[in-house]
Nanobody, 113 residues
Framework: QVQFVESGGGLVQPGGSLRLSCVAS????????IGWYRQPPGKQRELVAL???????EYADSVKGRFTISRDNTKNTVYLEMNSLKPEDTAAYYC???????WGQGTQVTVSS
């Protein structure tokens, strides 16, 4: 099972931007769907965005128009471009093969002034 390592989180002011990266331990070419998920403090983990191996994307309503998911199978990497960040986007962000049951370490995003 391919494992992912997330990076790129940090502290950003409301309205700011961040780009998260997720590097796989193996090839992502054959993985049908990879997703970014997040877990806000004290809440359950939720889906943020999905990207298929053909580049088809899907987003949670809360991030539509602000976040963009993409994947580069030549680099075994998945990205999450986050713009117009809001305090409610504060969470630990994770990526994984949608079929997988295990999670990586995640990367923390904090949106605060």
């Amino acid at each position: 099972q391919v494992q992912f390592v997330e990076s790129g989180g940090g502290l950003v002011q409301p309205g700011g931007s961040l780009r998260l990266s997720c590097v796989a331990s193996g090839s992502t070419f054959s993985i049908p769907v990879i997703g970014w998920y997040r877990q806000p403090p004290g809440k359950q983990r939720e889906l943020v965005a999905l990207v298929s191996r053909f580049g088809v994307t899907e987003y949670a309503d809360s991030v539509k128009g602000r976040f963009t998911i993409s994947r580069d199978n030549t680099k075994n990497t998945v990205y999450l471009e986050m713009n117009s960040l809001k305090p409610e986007d504060t969470a630990a962000y994770y990526c994984k093969d949608r079929r997988a049951s295990s999670w990586g370490q995640g990367t923390q995003v904090t949106v605060s002034s």
